[in-house]
């Protein structure tokens, strides 16, 4: 059973850090890329950060957080983490693990963690 499992969600102060992180099981974590999407009240899902399969050297980044915040894998742990520092109030969203293999087939999604960015 495919499962992807966010944690680390919470409120935090603006200029402040927190760290998500998704545990998964079910399939083979070290073949997939793996991403962090988020969507705010009101707004479609957007693309956050993006870590390439196996040893995870190529790391893309959204504009608006490019430079504040890290993505990361262990695959030790079938674990990716999202660093997230200098949080801003339009970082308040749900906050998604996506798994992706096109040459598996396979994209799964999490449940999602809350994220709030608020003094």
């Known amino acids: 059973q495919v499962q992807l499992v966010e944690s680390g969600g919470g409120l935090v102060q603006p200029g402040g850090s927190l760290r998500l992180s998704c545990t998964a099981s079910?399939?083979?974590?070290?073949?997939?890329?793996m991403s962090w999407y988020r969507q705010a009240p009101g707004k479609e899902r957007e693309l956050v950060a993006t870590?390439?399969?196996?040893?995870?050297?190529?790391?893309t980044y959204a504009d608006s957080v490019k430079g504040r915040f890290t993505i990361s894998r262990d695959n030790d742990k079938n674990t990716v983490y999202l660093q997230m520092n200098s949080a801003k109030p339009e970082d308040t969203a749900v906050y998604y693990c996506?798994?992706?293999?096109?040459?598996?087939?396979?994209?799964?999604w999490g449940q999602g963690t809350q994220v709030t960015v608020s003094s």
């Open positions: 996506n798994a992706d293999s096109w040459v598996l087939e396979g994209n799964y």
């Open positions: 079910g399939f083979t974590f070290f073949s997939y890329t």
């Open positions: 870590i390439s399969s196996g040893r995870g050297t190529s790391t």
